[in-house]
């Protein structure tokens, strides 16, 4: 009966593999409304598309089902010469099984060709724009919704230049994820492949069963060299006690340079057991791994839940970097909020940077080198964690390999500290080195014993700490507008006004605002 049809509207194909046998390159299949299971798909109980670019676009947007009932595929891509496009609009892809992907390209010609879905919606267990046949893919995302019970959106090991994924806009939701993928899980082992993630919203629930060790990830790249992420919010929850939560992370190996990635402008919320908000590099250096040049993390608003934390929330973390920039993040509720660790000798500027209700150390640098923390600032709380108790605000310590931090500046930085949750304002571990130029500190109703210690010796004021580390530090009131809601612009009378240094790259605030000369402490100039 199929063989009858003329593709016309009053006599359309019975099937979407009739309709792709009889198209030529470029053609446009319009599907109308309906749930298309195994014997609408066709023979192989999938859509298989194989050296023809095509066009399909649902009648009507959303009406229109791609049903899978087998464990390769729902649709398959494969013998695609240089320059194809296949494009999907308004279609949703429903996988069977957990061992199904709803689009899987396992092209092995390594000639560049691209999937584009438009509108689209992919359901359970996960949309695979590659398989380990294919190395070069354009793969577009535009308004795409991902929602899954386990399996991450995509993944792949084996992309090579000039591959490129691009999402804009639309949403990944995944409840009871199992696996240590990440929700969007991009990985190469080529140069040259660059990842494009723009307003899209991503929600990630762990499955609470868990009971062996892991860490999980809301967006995860490796290897890529080009990396733009911006504009997106990202939320992951409910991890147990056994797992660990990271929102995004963005690392290099050894064999591929990742330069300038830029992470801006995100909104990323964890509300697991711990983890990481965002992470460039990596925590723990290994075999293998490799340097970020000159990672960009600026103007993105990352919230930790510390109710929900039995291990520490790091909230922007540099590892195994060599130079970069964090400025104007506001960072909330972490455990240790801005973190770097062993860079190679140029080191990251943190700053114009604000920090509220952190509740382990506040400004961490750990075996690091040449890093630079400018005109940040810090409001802390009891409210954070439930705890009474904040362990240092400014720390540096030797790695877990002895490398010590060496050549770290703190300067015009201003720390406020509210209700007695503070053990140390300053830490140097012993044969770590920093200079200290124009920070504020302030403590209500008053400093702990010994807050300052450098190298072994303690300093039991501000004043003997002036005396002897930092002849310009300043003790008084910095007079926040309302730091508790992450306003930390200063008011009249405020202790930083006028008083910090000008430091080289630093010339605005958070706002934009030019600082003046001399300009304030922290990370807002005064505006009467």
């Not at 359309?12 to 009739?18: A, K, Y």
């Not at 999907?88 to 010609?109: H, K, P």
């Not at 250096?285 to 990672?295: E, F, I, L, W």
């Not at 700490?465 to 009131?477: H, I, L, M, N, Q």
């Amino acid at each position: 009966l199929a063989q009858a049809k003329d593709a016309s509207r009053q006599t359309p194909f019975l099937t979407v593999s009739r309709a792709v046998s009889q198209a030529s390159d470029t053609d446009l299949i319009v599907i109308n409304d309906g749930s298309y299971t195994t014997t609408e798909l066709g023979a192989l109980s999938y859509v298989f598309v194989q050296s023809k670019g095509l066009r399909f676009k649902a009648h009507r947007s959303g009406q229109v089902t791609f049903l899978g009932s087998v464990a390769t595929a729902v649709m398959r891509v494969n013998s695609m010469t240089a320059g194809l496009v296949i494009t999907l609009d308004g279609i949703i892809l429903n996988g069977a099984s957990t061992s199904q992907y709803c689009v899987l390209d396992d092209d092995a010609s390594a000639s560049l060709h691209t999937i584009t879905l438009t509108n689209c919606q992919t359901i359970t267990p996960t949309l695979r724009g590659f398989s380990p046949a294919c190395t070069k893919l354009i793969l577009n995302l535009y308004n795409h919704t991902h929602s899954a019970v386990t399996r991450s959106m995509m993944f792949s090991n084996t992309l090579a230049s000039p591959s490129a994924v691009t999402v804009i806009g639309g949403s990944t939701t995944l409840t009871g994820m199992n696996n240590t993928q990440g929700a969007i899980d991009i990985t190469a082992t080529n140069a040259g492949v660059s990842v494009t993630i723009v307003g899209h919203t991503l929600a990630a629930t762990l499955d609470g069963s868990l009971t062996s060790t892991g860490t999980h990830y809301g967006i995860i790249l490796q290897n890529i060299t080009n990396v733009a992420l911006s504009s997106n919010s990202v939320t992951v929850s409910g991890a147990p006690a056994s797992r660990l939560w990271g929102a995004i992370r963005v690392s290099a190996s050894s064999a591929i340079a990742v330069t300038a990635p830029n992470i801006t402008g995100n909104t990323v919320t964890n509300n697991g057991q711990g983890g990481y908000l965002i992470l460039v590099g990596t925590d723990a250096t290994g075999s293998g791994d490799g340097y970020v040049t000159d990672p960009v993390v600026n103007d993105n608003t990352i919230t930790a839940v510390p109710a929900n934390q039995t291990s520490v929330v790091h909230g922007i973390l540099l590892g195994f970097n060599q130079g970069g920039q964090v400025l104007r993040n506001t960072v909330r509720g972490a455990g240790l909020a801005l973190i770097q660790k062993k860079n190679t000798v140029t080191g990251a500027l943190f700053a114009d940077n604000t920090v509220r209700d952190c509740y382990s150390i506040v400004i961490y640098a750990k075996g690091a080198l040449n890093t630079r923390f400018v005109n940040n600032s810090a409001y802390i709380t009891d409210t954070a964690n439930g705890a009474d108790a904040v362990t240092v605000l400014l720390a540096l310590d030797d790695d877990v390999s002895g490398t010590h931090s060496t050549g770290i500046e703190f300067t015009n930085n201003a720390i406020h500290v509210q209700d007695n949750v503070l053990t140390k304002m300053v830490s140097v571990g012993t044969s770590n080195t920093a200079t200290f130029a124009n920070n504020l500190y302030y403590s209500v109703p008053a400093l702990p014993a010994n807050p300052f210690t450098y190298q072994g010796v303690s300093y039991a004021s501000v004043a003997l700490w002036a005396a002897a580390k930092e002849a310009t530090a300043v003790s008084g009131d910095p007079k926040f507008t309302d730091p508790a809601n992450d306003n930390f612009r200063l008011q009249a009378g405020s202790a930083c006004i006028g008083a910090g240094v000008t430091a080289s790259g630093v010339t605005t605030d958070k706002a934009g605002v030019t600082f003046a000369s001399p300009p304030s402490i922290g990370a807002y100039e005064y505006v009467a």
